[in-house]
Nanobody, 118 residues
């Protein structure tokens, strides 16, 4: 069974940085893209960033453009999210996803908590 394991969450002051990691294991398919989503208390899960596995093309939500950077390591089957200039409104549980085709998120990680204090 495919597993996605996230790490790197924690508590940080506003203006600080965190780097999230997500590793995929036991996959039996080719990766089309991997992404990061987040869900704040009382809110729906929202898109944060996505990266195309073959080309490395990246896509971001407007709310994080210029502050967050998504990257990948094909050899390690891993995706990263570098988060800079963090704001209290970035507080959420962050989830990584993997998709086999365009616009799909077929598997999800368990989530990692990011808390930004003001």
């Amino acid at each position: 069974q495919v597993q996605l394991v996230e790490s790197g969450g924690g508590l940080v002051q506003a203006g600080g940085s965190l780097r999230l990691s997500c590793a995929v294991s036991r996959r039996t398919f080719s990766i089309y893209a991997m992404g990061w989503f987040r869900q704040a208390p009382g809110k729906e899960r929202e898109f944060v960033a996505r990266i195309r596995w073959s080309s490395g093309s990246t896509y971001y939500a407007d709310s994080v453009k210029g502050r967050f950077t998504i990257s990948r390591d094909n050899a390690q089957n891993a995706v990263y999210l570098q988060m800079n200039s963090l704001k209290p409104e970035d507080t959420a549980v962050y989830y990584c996803s993997v998709g086999q085709v365009a616009n799909s998120d077929d598997y999800w990680g368990q989530g990692t908590q990011v808390t930004v204090s003001s």
